[in-house]
């Protein structure tokens, strides 16, 4: 008869140990930078725009106390035709600061921006296997003899003995940390720099455009006229004979209000009319602004008729 015994111990251990990812020290750093960045940053603005400051001061006072001679006044002479005839300029000694305004720069504005990745990965993971197995059995013969022996039925015995173990483990470790800083400044100046244009004295003809008399006209068609008398004379008062003038009334229909008179009379004058018709009777008849400019050369003059 075989007797089976278990007297070993079978047992198989898997075990997986996962390590903490944590990511504190890297952003601790990361922020600890960040921070140098900026207080540096506001010391090193502070700092330039106090010696900014100073060149500003210094620069004003040497525009105060330099005097050139500038020109004050530019004066210009027209003919009969409105064209350039000739240019006379009168200069003195004035300060500089007169002309040139002494520029503050400042920042107008500092940016930071910082960007910072981390990313930590960790795995391990651990397994064993272990197995220990023992069996045995006996037969033998039973009874005697006279002789004191008699072979009897014959004996088996034996024992057997098994092990086995096994192991595997997995590691993996990984870590990321990607960090970059940027800044943008912008130094402009406080107010522009530019020396004034000289004040301008013209001396040559004067055109003059003088609103008349505005009139509702019955019809058919019904219409409403407004007239406008331009007057052209010499720097002395006395009229510009004729002279045709270039005439713009913003596309509203005029007419000279004497046809044979096209150029300045005798008075260097010349009227002429703007006139609006109103083919349906309920079109809108609001008054309406019309700007009317007259020029010769580089002489003109205009007047906002409202009719």
């Given amino acids: 008869m075989t007797i089976a015994t278990l007297i070993g111990i079978a047992s198989a251990l898997a075990k997986t140990k996962r390590g903490e990812a944590d990511v504190t020290d890297e952003i601790r750093g990361a922020g600890l930078a960040f921070g140098d960045l900026v207080r540096a940053c506001g010391d090193a603005v502070a700092n330039t725009q106090r010696q900014l400051n100073d060149t500003s001061a210094t620069s004003a006072t040497a525009l105060a106390t330099t ?7 530019q004066e210009k002479v027209f003919d009969d035709l409105g064209n350039l005839d000739s240019v006379q300029t009168f200069t003195r000694k ?3 600061v007169n002309f040139i305004d002494p ?11 910082g960007e910072f990745y981390a990313r930590e ?15 045995s059995s006996s037969a033998g013969p039973t009874g005697g003899g006279l ?3 008699v072979l009897g039925p014959p004996r088996f015995g034996g024992d057997r003995n098994s092990s086995s173990s096994a192991s595997s483990g997995v590691v993996n470790s990984s870590d990321t940390a990607v960090g970059s800083m940027r800044m943008n400044a912008l130094l402009r100046p406080r107010r522009d720099v ?8 013209i001396q040559g003809p004067r055109l003059a455009l003088i609103e008349g008399e505005i009139l509702d006209i019955a019809g058919p068609p019904a219409a409403r006229t407004a007239s406008v008398l331009l007057e052209y004379r010499r720097r002395d008062g006395t009229p510009i004979v004729g002279k045709a003038l270039s005439i713009d009334t913003q596309g509203v229909p005029w007419r000279f209000a004497d046809p044979a008179n096209t150029v300045t009379d005798s008075e260097g004058r010349i009227e002429i009319e703007l006139r609006r018709e109103f083919l349906d009777p309920q079109a809108d ?14 002489v003109s003059s205009n007047v906002t008729v409202t009719f």
Avoid: M
């Avoid at 530019?194 to 004295?201: D, E, S």
């Avoid at 700007?291 to 580089?298: M, P, T």
């Fill in 67 to 73: 005097k050139v001679d500038v020109i004050a006044v």
């Fill in 147 to 149: 002789l004191g022996f």
């Fill in 121 to 135: 990965f960790t795995s391990e993971a651990k397994s064993s296997s272990n197995s220990i197995g023992s069996s």
């Fill in 103 to 113: 520029v503050f720069y400042e920042w107008s504005s500092v940016r930071l921006q």
């Fill in 94 to 96: 004035l300060p500089l």
């Fill in 194 to 201: 530019g020396v004034p244009k000289p004040n301008q004295a």
């Fill in 285 to 298: 008849r609001s008054p309406i602004d019309v700007i009317v400019e007259a020029r010769i050369g580089l």
